[in-house]
């Protein structure tokens, strides 16, 4: 007990690398569920194959990536010092114990000159989305999307007041068709195109310009992006990760993505379980159009200062017409460029009813209520909410994508923005969503 322990770090022992690593450590689950060969094929045109210094391995140097989301490794120097030292890591890249690391240099210009401007990020996601089709992890049947905001590497108080072009909505074409098919038929002339563009003042970040400023209800105020990433109902298995600024509402790219997905890898989803964010007519009516029977969570309505909502008007759909709770009817008047139609009471008995304080503030006793041109959609939506089987699905929401993006936020450093500039950042959401998907098949054929 007294004497002095001898140098064993010196000694020599014959052993293996496989020796080394666990038998049930999570690089070895990985390795197994996973063909990583694939990225040969997928980077080739991008290497040059008569000229220049021999390159690193393009397997190993997209592994060593993705080993660094996979563990939380926050930055890529961290991540080779690691390497060093790391048998398990070294054991995963196929290297030598004695064999040299990469310099982080190598990862990060790597990056910028060869992959930079390219889809091979997202050819390598699909590609691991397509991998765990074919071992049947993925149903395809219910998918469930959300998103979440990762804090852009930016400082908040270093920003500028900008004029930029308002950008159209994603559903103006199908909202325009609407408006003018509903106006016809009522007797009305189409609305004439808009030949101006409107302009809105937009704070900008004069550190990363992409990034958007955010200040919404419970949200924290600042640059942010978000991650809108959509989740097969399955085994939560990622199939779509898709980054905008932190200023763009949520519902604006949600209906192209779902293309995306049908189009990317032949799935037809026969429900979606979204939030109150996601709840609009032209969503509910583009879901419709595509055979999918959206379930989404409560909108609570807007506050006015009126105590009669627009609940306690009876609407009936064969006169086309809405009753107030005094009984008195209000009547369709015209279609505004929005796509919302407008059904007006009649001024004169407005002004000798008792409930008109209740009801309206106008100064003109004229009481005013609007209704979307694709408003069935949505109230066919809301009974599909109501359901036993719409409660059981939406339930299903805090089990898939918000457990993907808590896994996230907690064990792959997806609460802040590694990079600048938007196509870096969708790279990063790409890698982390890769890697998560990575360990969910690994545990999935584990057990």
Known sequence: MLKDPSPQQYELEMVTLDQLVPKNHLVRKVDTAIDFEFIRDE???LYCQDNGRPPVDPVRLFKIMLLGYLFGVPSERKLVKEIEVNVAYRWFLKMGLTE???DASTLSQNRIRRFNDTDVFERIFNNIVEQAMSKGLVGGHALYTDSTHLKANANKNKSKNQFKPVSPSAYIDDVNEAVERDRIAQGKKPFKEKNYTQIKRNKVSTTDSDSGYMHRDEKPKGFFYLDHRTVDGKNNIIVDSHVTPGNVNDSQPYIQRIDHISNTFNINPIVAGIDAGYFSAPICHALEERNIAGVFGYRRPSRTKNKFKKKPFDYDAKIDQYTCPAGKKLIYKTTSRDGYREYHSNAKECAECPLLRDCTQSQNHKK????HVMEVSKERANERRLTDWGKKVYKRRCATVERSFADAKQ???????RFRSLIKVQMQC???A???KMKKMALVEAY
């Open 411 to 417: 064990h792959h450093g997806h609460r802040y923005a």
């Open 368 to 371: 005013v209520i609007t209704r």
């Open 430 to 432: 790409l890698l982390a």
């Open 434 to 436: 890769t890697a998560q």
């Open 100 to 102: 040299k690391v990469i």
């Open 43 to 45: 980077v080739k045109d």
